[in-house]
């Protein structure tokens, strides 16, 4: 899937900013904020109209709708991104989001589906970066039953790209806050897609989509149990997803399936397995071209299933043929599912293979880099990195550095980052961390990481 350009990045991340993650939500929202303050039952503004908005260049919207828009956020139309012939858009901040572990938005960006309304993936992974625990906890899309009987129910292309667009959403908060807040909400909508495929009505191409999307969001689904730690429902979701892509013949959904298979097998202590996966996976990225950035996510999982297993010269091999892969750079051809795979990340990944094979001192300097160029947009994989950091850091006896960096990854833990796999990490720092109580901000750092991982 291509690199779509930027659209209505403030209206975008205003409607994240109240917690209606997708467009279908927004539109009921601000229909609800009309009727009350235009003291009409009938006034509704549908999706479609919706969708204009969050497009390029949106369209100033009537008297009726302003009003609406003016009550559901608080502000004005050009604070939202719209401008009025002859003059540009405001760049407004965004309101703070109520409840605890939130904060103003400072960031801003949307990406979407359709051609009127497309905007950049990475940048909606930005604006998500807004979205508090608070707002997370009643998901729209769960607002109605997600298995309630769809007999009648016509899909087209508005409907397909809701869907897509809502499964991008889930991967994108996933980078930013962990899988423990996502996998029940994405098993609800992975459910509303099957039952969408079995008894609602559409044509030969949306058909193919939405098989494509329950396909996603199957793998992703085992994403969120694999960083909650809920490791054997991970493992059949990435089957089912598996056998989805081989039947349907989808090189893209194996390939992705199976790099993260690959990077479930080494946390589970089965690193032979992770190289065979990746290695298949590279043969299914073959079949599709894949562009440079994947074959780079495909090398360095070959490199931690190599680096778990202690085979120094293999690892090596590998990492370096991922840093080749990568600085070939980013395409129009690169997937949304590769993107989290910045500079950061690959840093943060060789650091981790540095320490599987006991290059303690080179683990710290890798973790510790990768830990300083990471955005907040990918919290989940900030934090893991420092908790790597920290471990890395004791091995190499540096108890400075271990505190400091375990408090870091605790000060994300608090800001509503909820990944059980960061969690696991933490707890062996905790229990290493035991020989050096003597230390008063070693005891308070065990202390505060026994709340989180006891």
């Known amino acids: 899937m291509g690199r779509r350009p930027p659209g209505n990045e403030l209206l975008y991340a205003a409607r994240i900013s109240k917690g209606w993650f997708s467009q279908e939500a927004a539109a009921a929202g601000i229909s609800t904020a009309g009727q009350r303050v235009l003291a009409s039952r009938g006034f509704q503004v549908n999706v479609r109209t919706y969708r204009r908005w969050e497009a390029p260049a949106p369209p100033w919207p009537r008297p009726d709708h302003a009003s609406a828009l003016r009550a559901a956020f608080d502000r004005g139309p050009e604070a939202l991104g719209f401008v009025a012939r002859g003059g540009p858009a405001v760049l407004a901040p965004v309101v703070t989001i109520g409840g605890a572990g939130t904060g103003a938005v400072d960031s801003y ?24 625990t608070a707002a997370l906890g009643g998901l729209p899309w769960l607002d109605a039953s ?35 807040l996502l996998w029940r909400s994405a098993r609800a909508q992975l459910l509303r897609v099957h039952d969408l495929i079995d008894h609602a009505t559409y044509g030969e191409q949306a058909g193919r989509e939405l098989h494509d999307i329950a396909g996603q969001l199957t793998t992703s689904l085992g994403w969120f149990c694999y960083d909650a730690e809920r490791q054997t429902e991970a493992r059949v979701y990435f089957s089912e997803a598996l056998n989805t892509a081989v039947l349907s013949g989808n090189d893209p959904l194996a390939t992705r399936t199976l790099a993260n298979m690959a990077r479930q097998s080494v946390d589970l202590g089965k690193p032979r397995e992770a190289v065979r996966y990746a290695r298949i996976a590279q043969a299914h990225a073959a079949e599709w071209s894949a562009p440079p950035r994947v074959a780079a996510l495909l090398a ?7 680096g778990r297993l202690g085979n120094e010269t293999a690892c090596a091999a590998a990492i370096r043929r991922a840093w080749q892969a990568f600085g070939r750079g980013t395409t129009e051809r690169d997937p949304d599912w590769v993107r989290f795979l910045n500079e ?3 840093v943060c ?23 300083q160029l990471q955005h907040i947009a990918h919290s989940r994989n900030r934090g893991m990195c ?34 059980a796999r960061n969690k696991r990490q933490l707890s062996l720092v905790r229990e290493k961390l035991t020989a ?19």
């Open 436 to 454: 050096h109580q003597a230390l008063a901000e070693v005891r308070e750092t065990t202390e505060r990481l026994a709340v989180y991982t006891a």
């Open 146 to 180: 997600p298995v309630a009987a769809q007999g009648g129910a016509r899909i087209g292309r508005d409907e397909i790209e809701e869907l897509r667009a809502t499964a991008l959403d889930l991967d994108a908060i996933d980078q930013r806050f962990g899988g423990d």
């Open 344 to 346: 950061a990340e690959l």
């Open 349 to 371: 990944l060789e650091g981790m293979c540095r320490l599987d094979l006991g290059h303690y001192r080179q683990a710290v300097r890798l973790l510790e880099r990768s830990a």
């Open 109 to 132: 960006g949307t990406d979407d589906f359709d051609t009127e309304d497309q905007h950049g993936p990475v940048n909606r992974r930005q604006a998500l970066r807004t979205v508090g």
């Open 300 to 306: 360095i999982r070959e490199a931690q299933g190599y």
């Open 386 to 419: 420092l908790a790597r950091l920290s471990y890395a850091a004791l091995q190499d006896r540096d108890v400075d550095r271990t505190v400091a960096a375990a408090q870091e990854s605790l000060r994300l833990i608090e800001g509503g980052m909820a990944s």
